[in-house]
Each structure stands twice: as structure tokens, then as C-alpha cells.
């Protein structure tokens, strides 16, 4: 209302999302555990008939114009790249005529939470309700991993965006990325309770910048080597992937590997054991084993997957001590950003109070920007 004069016909939600057992898995078709969450992207919006798409952001100063006809071929190195390769995704598939002029608010800070899958998602949500059309929910989530993939250039998967949509609350999401397949899997009535704890480093964090992509084509790497060892049929490199490595192929060349991919390796695969063996605590009840796997998530991808700063580094390592964690790990890819927890809430309290002492201890810097969020589960795109 204060930016355009005009109050919102619309408004479109994504949650945040959260994947304790799964990471860094997706890209090259793992299985993923994930969670939404009742924080995310909010776009208050309306539409426009002349087809421009305006959006202003409440985390960023630039305001962002394009025609929906007429978006840049190449991004143009700001927030709203996300958008415009959303935009070009949708036009290849569905003729639109309307754009929007909206403004975008995120409830938590960026980092960690999967921001910019969620506010595509929205984004799309919105332009779509406005031209009347309605794409599956695949046909969404696979128009925001080309946003991300083709037009920004990080190669992620496609966790964040099913987390976001197919996510129910008290659910835990079990889904195979080489299939799409999915679980919804109810808490059972005999878990402990728990509720989700969010802590910020304080640091934020772009993938495109960071070594995410270096990290996905090491995988690739190995996976590319191990199928040559084996004698395997391959064929292009990008087309090539973990899960089309029997374990025990695996198991017989991986010693032959150079040191950092076989290290990426060694987290791929026992990431694809955790998930397994997570799915079924959870479905056991036994959140508290389900916890013990995301630890050991959060300890591989320092490792193995060799990434987190040295802010997520010490985060990490508190919850590993702090009474009533049940586990948790870095969300996201880990360089800056976020750890996530699963907790006992009756020990919330003592949680805060204690993560909070210690991380400022290490980083005093820090105060002020560092902050705590406790979350519950939630339902997806709405």
C-alpha cells in the first residue's frame, strides 16, 4: 500500500523449508527427508494488463521491471534473476498475457532456507493465478530448478522446491529425486514432541558465489570415473550421476579416486544410507535416532563434503552438546547461512539461552545480527 498507493488483490505464500537428512544428495539424484516450515516468502500482489512484471523487495533496495515477453536473455547479477529465469520458464510452456507488480517479504533472513526457491515458487504461483492457467506441481517445481540451474547457474537440485510444495504438516517428506516418487509420513502418535529451532550465523550467503557448483562437479567427477573403472556405459559428463553407481562398484574403485572426489563420494553414499535408515526411525517414532542420523549428516558434510564456515563450523558443534537437540545439521549448502535443529521443547528455553551464550562467546561480532527462530512444521505452497 505505501509503495504503489494501491491495496493488494493478492497474496501468495512459500514456506521455508528444511531437510535434516538428504543434503547435498538431490543433484545427482538422491533421496531427501525435508520439512516445510511456518516461515517463508509472502508476495502481496496485483495484476498488471500490459504485461510488465514490477516487484519491489522488502530485503533489497532495487525495484525490478521486465515485460513478460521481453525478459534479458542473461541475468543481470541481481535479486531478481530467480524471477526472470522463472518468468522465461513459464512463457516456454504457457502463454501469458498479464504480469503483476507486487512486493516480496521474506519472515526470516536469507541463508540457508532455501529463500530463493520459495519466492520463485510464489512468484510463479502469483503470475500464474493471474493468467488463469494452472501447472501441475511438478510443472512448478521443475520451471524453478531451470530458473536456478539455466539462468543463475547453480546447480542445485531439486530438494528445496518439492520440500516447499509437496511438504504436509507433521509430515516428514520422503522423496526419491530420480523418480520423483514420494511419502508423506505422518509423526507417529508414540514420538517425543519436537519443534524446529532456527539459528542464524548472522552471515549470509550466496550459492552462485560460493563453491557449491565446484562441490556438485567433483561428485560428478567421481561418478564419471568410477562408471569408466567398472567398464561401464557412460555418456555425457553433466548427464552422469551418483546413483547410477552400484554400491558395490563403488566399494571395489573408490580407493582409485583423487582425494576430494572420493571424499564426495563417501558423503553421497552414506547420505543415501542415512535417509534410508532415517525414513524408517521416523516412521518408527523414534525421532531421537532420526536426530543421531542428522548429526552425522551435519559431521559428513564438513568432512567429506568439505564445506561450512567457520560461523556454521562452531554452531554446529554447540547443538552437538546442548541438552535437548534431538540432532540437526547445517541447512542448505553450508557455506554461510543457517543451522537447523529438531528439539525437545521442553528444554527450548535453556536451548536458546545456552546455543546463544557460546556462539557469541566465539563470535561477539556477531550480536545483534545472529538470531534464534523456533518453527513448526507446515504445510506447502498454498
Not at 180 to 194: G, N, Q
Request: with cysteine; aromatic share 10%; net charge neutral.
Amino acid at each position: 500500500m505505501e509503495i504503489y498507493k494501491k491495496a493488494p488483490e493478492h497474496l501468495a505464500f512459500c514456506p521455508y523449508r528444511i531437510c535434516p537428512l538428504g543434503a547435498h544428495s538431490d543433484h545427482n539424484l538422491g533421496k531427501i527427508t525435508g520439512f516445510a516450515i511456518d516461515k517463508g516468502i509472502h508476495i502481496a500482489y496485483r495484476p498488471k494488463q500490459n504485461g510488465i512484471v514490477e516487484l519491489c523487495s522488502l530485503q533489497f533496495e532495487k525495484r525490478a521491471q521486465w515485460h513478460i515477453n521481453e525478459v534479458p536473455r542473461t541475468k543481470e547479477g541481481d535479486w531478481a534473476d530467480y524471477l526472470r529465469g522463472a518468468t522465461l520458464k513459464l512463457t516456454e510452456k504457457y502463454r501469458i498475457v498479464k504480469g503483476i507488480s507486487g512486493v516480496i517479504e521474506g519472515s526470516l533472513p536469507i541463508g540457508g532456507l532455501s529463500s530463493s526457491a520459495a519466492v520463485v515458487l510464489a512468484f510463479l504461483k502469483a503470475l500464474c493465478d493471474v493468467n488463469e492457467i494452472s501447472p501441475t506441481p511438478q510443472e512448478l517445481i521443475m520451471m524453478s530448478v531451470r530458473a536456478e540451474n539455466e539462468y543463475v547457474g547453480v546447480n542445485s537440485g531439486k530438494l528445496d522446491q518439492s520440500c516447499e510444495m509437496y511438504a504436509r504438516k507433521n509430515h516428514m517428506l520422503f522423496l526419491d529425486t530420480k523418480d520423483d516418487t514420494y511419502e508423506l509420513i505422518p509423526a507417529s502418535p508414540s514420538m517425543k514432541p519436537y519443534k524446529i529451532a532456527i539459528f542464524f550465523s548472522g552471515v549470509e550467503r550466496t550459492l552462485a558465489g560460493s563453491k557449491f557448483n565446484m562441490r556438485v562437479d567433483e561428485l560428478r567427477s567421481a561418478a564419471y570415473a568410477l562408471a569408466a573403472y567398472a567398464g561401464m556405459d557412460y555418456g555425457k559428463f553433466q548427464e552422469t550421476n551418483m546413483r547410477d553407481i552400484p554400491r558395490e562398484v563403488y566399494d571395489k574403485y573408490k580407493d582409485l579416486l583423487p582425494e576430494n572426489w572420493h571424499k564426495r563420494a563417501e558423503h553421497w553414499m552414506s547420505e543415501f544410507d542415512r535417509v534410508q535408515k532415517g525414513a524408517e526411525a521416523w516412521r518408527n517414532g523414534d525421532i531421537e535416532e532420526y536426530g543421531r542420523l542428522s548429526f552425522k549428516s551435519g559431521w559428513s558434510s564438513i568432512y567429506n563434503w568439505e564445506t561450512g564456515s567457520p560461523e556454521l563450523k562452531t554452531l554446529y558443534d554447540i547443538m552437538t552438546h546442548t541438552e535437548g537437540i534431538y540432532g540437526g545439521r547445517f541447512s542448505g549448502a553450508g557455506f554461510k547461512g543457517c543451522c537447523m535443529a529438531l528439539i525437545d521443547p521442553a528444554f527450548q528455553e535453556s536451548i536458546v539461552r545456552n546455543v546463544t551464550e557460546e556462539y557469541l562467546k566465539a563470535f561477539p561480532g556477531l550480536k545483534g545480527k545472529y538470531m534464534v527462530h523456533i518453527c513448526d512444521s507446515a504445510d506447502g505452497l498454498v
